[in-house]
């Protein structure tokens, strides 16, 4: 009998669930019935989704405009103006130095004080000039009394001269004598004296020093009132006044006083009131400004020489303007623009041209009419085109008018107080 025999199929043991579920079939019959599971899964979910479809969208709410807060334009005359930087500077100031040589002795000021011309400031040491003084002044009496004596002799020759009792040299011998004693002088320079009224600085050398004539500085007196204020005007200024000048539109300084407005570093707006009185005669090529200076009262003598100043020219005749609040600037890719609202209640995207600031409201040159509603609130919710509901909010207050001289010129080129 061959080692390996297969009984009949009717002899083989029958089939059991344990064996069933270890065969190939239960595995095939699991997998089928998995795959029958997800796909009517899939069905029903497709089903209940077209079912979805089917039925109706509710209709969505009508979104209300949003509110914005808009106002009008302010309207009033205004003139325009440049701005600048500049120094004050005393209107006169000296250096004092002695004019003798010798040791210093007295000093007869206080320090920092206003000083009026001809007070005494120092005192050399005199006796050294003492001597010499003595001698002067005897030389002074001996010339008034030869002075006296010639007088005399000038008078009787001046009477015998028509008559030819005297010749012409004779008489011109005379009067030669009398003006040569009359111009004997004596000056006494041991005392200091203020050369102007001021306000006068430290000592700058102390008693027992010596005192070169004229070399040794002793102190400095600068006069505070009025006092000048110089500054820097750039060329395109210069060339816009001067092309007003040429075309009528301004009047020059020999019409017109020419106004300038200072402010000081803790003051608001322009409070100083003063005029122009001197342009140079040149533009500086280095930094392409012309030199101006101006004049201002100075009796509470707040100003002193040295300041940081803010300058302010008007520049033309004054004109109508149209001004606007800052907020309701917008910028867009470097062009300025605003939101205006039309008579339906929509947005207009409206480009316009910066003037100046004035009193805190910006100038509007071009772009926006007078009585157009601007929006100045909420210009992050709105674009060209959509609807708003506007509300009107009070007009903007205008500007407090600077105090200004009549119409400026500034620009003009020249030299000393000529400014055309």
């Given amino acids: 009998m061959p080692r390996?025999?297969?009984?009949?199929?009717?002899?083989?043991?029958?089939?059991?669930?344990?064996?069933?579920?270890?065969?190939?079939?239960?595995?095939k019959s699991f997998f089928d019935i998995c795959v029958v599971s997800r796909t009517n899964l899939a069905v029903l979910l497709l089903g209940a989704m077209l079912a979805g479809c089917d039925r109706p969208q509710a209709a969505a709410p009508p979104s209300r405009p949003s509110v914005v807060v808009v106002s009008l334009p302010v309207v009033q005359e205004t003139t325009d103006y440049e701005d600048f930087t500049g120094r004050t500077e005393a209107v006169a100031g000296v250096e004092v130095r002695a004019r003798v040589t010798g040791y210093l002795d007295k000093v007869l000021f206080k320090e920092g004080t206003e000083v009026n011309q001809g007070d005494p400031l120092f005192e050399i040491d005199p006796r050294s000039y003492q001597a010499e003084l003595k001698r002067a002044e005897a030389n002074l009496l001996q010339a008034q009394s030869r002075l006296k004596r010639l007088q005399?002799?000038?008078?009787?020759?001046?009477?015998?001269?028509?008559?030819?009792?005297?010749?012409?040299?004779?008489?011109?011998?005379?009067?030669?004598?009398?003006?040569?004693?009359?111009?004997?002088?004596?000056?006494?320079?041991?005392?200091?004296?203020?050369?102007?009224?001021?306000?006068?600085?430290?000592?700058?050398?102390?008693?027992?020093?010596?005192?070169?004539?004229?070399?040794?500085?002793?102190?400095t007196i600068v006069k505070l009132d009025p006092i000048y204020a110089y500054y820097d005007e750039d060329e395109r200024t210069m060339?816009?006044?001067?092309?007003?000048?040429?075309?009528?539109?301004v009047k020059s300084i020999r019409e017109a006083a020419v106004p300038v407005l200072l402010g000081l570093v803790d003051e608001e707006g322009f409070p100083h009131v003063g005029r122009i009185d001197f342009v140079d005669n040149r533009v500086d090529s280095m930094t392409g400004t012309l030199r101006l200076r101006g004049v201002f009262e100075n009796a509470n003598r707040l100003l002193s020489p040295g300041l940081f100043v803010r300058i302010r020219v008007s520049i033309g005749k004054p004109h109508p303007a149209i001004l606007i609040s800052e907020q309701a600037l917008g910028t867009d890719q470097g062009q300025n623009f605003v939101y205006v609202v039309n008579d339906k209640n929509e947005v207009v995207y409206r480009r316009v041209k910066l003037g100046p600031l004035q009193g805190g409201l910006r100038v509007i040159e071009e772009g926006l009419a007078t009585g157009e509603r601007v929006i100045t609130n909420g210009l992050q919710r709105v674009r060209p085109g959509v609807k708003?509901?506007?509300?009107?909010?009070?007009?903007?207050?205008?500007?407090?008018?600077s105090p200004v001289l009549p119409v400026s010129t500034a620009g003009a080129a020249g030299s000393g107080k000529s400014r055309p």
Avoid: C, Y
């Fill in 4 to 27: 390996h025999t297969f009984l009949p199929r009717s002899s083989r043991q029958p089939a059991t669930w344990e064996s069933l579920a270890s065969t190939d079939f239960m595995q």
């Fill in 152 to 219: 005399r002799d000038f008078k009787r020759a001046s009477e015998l001269l028509p008559e030819r009792a005297i010749s012409q040299d004779d008489f011109d011998r005379v009067s030669g004598d009398r003006d040569e004693a009359a111009a004997a002088v004596n000056l006494n320079f041991t005392r200091v004296i203020a050369p102007l009224s001021g306000r006068i600085s430290r000592q700058l050398i102390d008693p027992g020093n010596m005192v070169k004539a004229d070399e040794t500085p002793l102190t």
């Fill in 239 to 249: 060339l816009r006044v001067r092309r007003l000048i040429r075309a009528g539109a």
């Fill in 388 to 401: 708003v509901e506007p509300k009107l909010a009070e007009a903007p207050k205008a500007p407090a008018s």
